[in-house]
């Protein structure tokens, strides 16, 4: 995965610093992350999936209801038409 596209959800990069691989899949086109923080009211986490569309690789922030694995949250961007979460 390019390394502008990993960069690209700033946001989530500034609120949410410890990233952990969910999941990937075989083809390598498409990657869940969630990113997790620690504050003293709880924990705070996002979930991105950097997917390989269209020929060019993008980041879409995932609802977290949608966020339990790459086909809950390919599903739920096919049914928002590729518009991300937030």
Known sequence: MPLPVVAEPR???S???TPKIVEADR???RVLVRFGAFEPSGAL???CLYARVDGGWNCFTIKPSASASIASAEAWLIKQD???WG
Request: proline content about 0%.
């Open 27 to 29: 083809a390598r086109e």
């Open 15 to 17: 609120m949410h610093r």
């Open 11 to 13: 946001y989530w990069f």
């Open 82 to 84: 590729w518009a991300d």
């Open 45 to 47: 986490y996002g979930t």
